[in-house]
């Protein structure tokens, strides 16, 4: 999730003391994404915002919408972005679409370990063999 995420700027920094923040740690979803729409309506282009949001809609369980926050995330771009895929596999996963889970996965992996992050690769090749193996079990 955004709390843990290592690879923060000031402003996101500084939104990890927000109202919405406190909110999301309360456990209080509806009420985060509330108060990230707001901070979203005056800084469009704020990534951290993006995976916020998209992270309040999947606590929700309302994956589609969350799935196009994500996808709005790889639009702005910024340093949250670079996982963002993975986020859009669970999104996928979670609705019932294992087939593009994997495609979103596979597409990542595809472009090759020396491309990408060593990290993101590992974990994209880690979820690609629990989807996989979830598969084989139905």
Not at 74 to 84: D, I, K, M
Not at 104 to 115: M, P, R
Request: hydrophobic letters at 40%.
């Amino acid at each position: 999730p955004l709390a843990k995420s290592p690879k923060l700027d000031a402003a996101s920094l500084e939104f990890q003391n927000s109202e919405a923040m406190a909110e999301y740690r309360r456990g209080d979803f509806s009420e985060a994404l509330r108060l990230v729409n707001r901070m979203l309506d005056a800084q469009p282009q704020r990534s951290v915002l993006w995976q916020f949001k998209g992270e309040c809609l999947f606590r929700l369980q309302r994956f589609d919408e969350a799935l196009t926050s994500f996808r709005q995330l790889q639009t702005v771009g910024g340093p949250q972005a670079e996982e963002a895929f993975l986020w859009v596999s669970l999104c996928h996963h979670n609705a019932g679409r294992t087939r593009e889970a994997k495609s979103v996965l596979e597409q990542f992996i595809s472009q090759g370990d020396e491309k990408v992050d060593p990290e993101l690769f590992s974990k994209a090749k880690a979820a690609l063999g629990k989807l996989q193996s979830v598969g084989k079990a139905r």
